[in-house]
Structures are given as structure tokens and as C-alpha cells.
């Protein structure tokens, strides 16, 4: 049972553009969401997070949005830049405080 | 530097050989994990702790052991290497409860281990 859902594998987008990445999830049961972001050969570097009690957390160029009757979330990155170019992973953390991820999207950025 | 050390960086294993990967942090973190990372998947939840003696198992625990005897080290121990065991291994720590979603978990840089 895969609790989290990236359906989109990858994404390409401009330079400057808002890049848009989205996560589904099957289970109501959570406390937490939370947002990495992994370049090779490195371990994932936390971004945002995002608890069940609220529908947005923004942090600098990077904003999540939960809406809970669809089960869905997005994570928008306002301006894309190049150093963005990563996979990004939606990762649902439960009342344990254990991280389950998901099969990631990878973003690239073209200058 | 302050953060999670992972050794070695590399390893090939001949199957049914041992080993133990080792993980260390120096932020006095309370809550450390192992995951692994095969081709086109996410992070898999091997084992976790919270705290020096207390851990339980993640998703896939089969084949791996570990122990907490200090706050600092949380080492993963492969009994018998198979070839399933080919992948990437992260080891991860963070601060306790609440704290741990709003800052997330540090991550090791990896450990890529082959199994022949």
C-alpha cells in the first residue's frame, strides 16, 4: 500500500517559472507532510513541512499546499532556478514521527 | 562539521558476508533511522530509534540488525549479504517529537553498497 503518490516522474520547466509538484496520498491518518529535495550522490536536504491542522506553509521561493478532501498536495517553487534542478521527494510523517517517502518527481530547470 | 557521518562511502560484499555500516552524529540528536534507495524508488524505512536503547523496525527490516548503546552512533548490521541487499543505504537523525517535523531530518550523504 503505497501511502504517498508522486504520479509525475519528472517535470521540466523555465527558468523564472513557477514549478508546480504534487503528491497524493491514501491515508487520512497523518500528522505531517513533509518536503526533500536530493541531488546525486547526496543524502535528501529537508525543505518545507506542512502539519494537518493547516492548508499552506510558505518558507522563501517555496510554498506547500494541503487540501485534505482531495488528499492532495503541491509544493511551488516561485522562481524556478537552476540550482532547483533535484528529485523532489513528499514524504508523510505519522504521530511516531517516522518518515514514509515517496517514489520522488525530478525537476529540471532549464536556463 | 557538524552533522550524520556515514562509513564507508563504498563496499562490495561477496553474498553471505557480514558487515556493518556505520553511522555517527554529533548534534545531540535523540531520533535516528536507516533507509535504503533502489533505482527509480523512494526512501525505504529499514530501522529507527528513539533514543540510545530503545529501536523497532521500518518497513523492511529483514535482513538487517541494529542497536543504540549511545545518543551518538547507530549502527546497521547485514548478516548474511544477498544480492537483494544491492542499494544505497542513508542513515538520518533529528531532534524529538514536534521538533522533528518542523525541522525535518538531517540525512547522511550514503553508503552504496553491491552485493555479488
Not at chain 1, 50 to 70: H, M, P, Y
Amino acid at each position: 500500500d503505497q501511502q504517498v503518490k508522486q504520479n509525475s516522474p519528472s517535470l521540466s520547466v523555465q527558468e523564472g517559472r513557477i514549478s508546480i509538484l504534487n503528491c497524493d496520498y491514501t491515508n487520512s491518518m497523518f500528522d505531517y507532510f513533509l518536503w526533500y529535495k536530493k541531488y546525486p550522490a547526496e543524502g535528501p536536504t529537508f525543505l518545507i513541512s506542512i502539519s494537518s491542522i493547516k492548508d499552506k506553509n510558505e518558507d522563501g521561493r517555496f510554498t506547500v499546499f494541503l487540501n485534505k478532501s482531495a488528499k492532495h498536495l503541491s509544493l511551488h517553487i516561485v522562481p524556478s532556478q537552476p540550482g532547483d534542478s533535484a528529485v523532489y521527494f513528499c514524504d508523510k510523517m505519522d504521530s511516531s514521527y517516522k518518515l514514509i517517502f515517496g517514489s520522488g518527481t525530478r525537476l529540471l530547470v532549464r536556463p | 562539521n557538524a552533522g550524520v557521518t556515514q562509513t564507508p562511502k563504498f563496499q562490495v560484499l561477496k553474498t553471505g558476508q557480514s558487515m556493518t555500516l556505520q553511522c555517527a552524529q554529533d548534534m545531540n540528536h535523540e531520533y535516528m533511522s536507516w533507509y535504503r534507495q533502489d533505482p527509480g524508488m523512494g526512501l525505504r524505512l529499514i530501522h529507527y530509534s528513539v533514543g540510545a536503547g530503545i529501536t523497532d523496525q521500518g518497513e523492511v527490516p529483514n535482513g538487517y540488525n541494529v542497536s543504540r548503546s549511545t545518543t551518538e552512533d547507530f549502527p546497521l548490521r547485514l548478516l548474511s549479504a544477498a544480492p537483494s541487499q544491492t542499494s544505497v543505504y542513508f542513515c538520518a537523525s533529528s531532534l524529538s517529537g514536534q521538533r522533528t517535523a518542523t525541522y525535518g531530518y538531517t540525512f547522511g550523504s550514503g553508503t552504496r553498497l553491491t552485493v555479488v
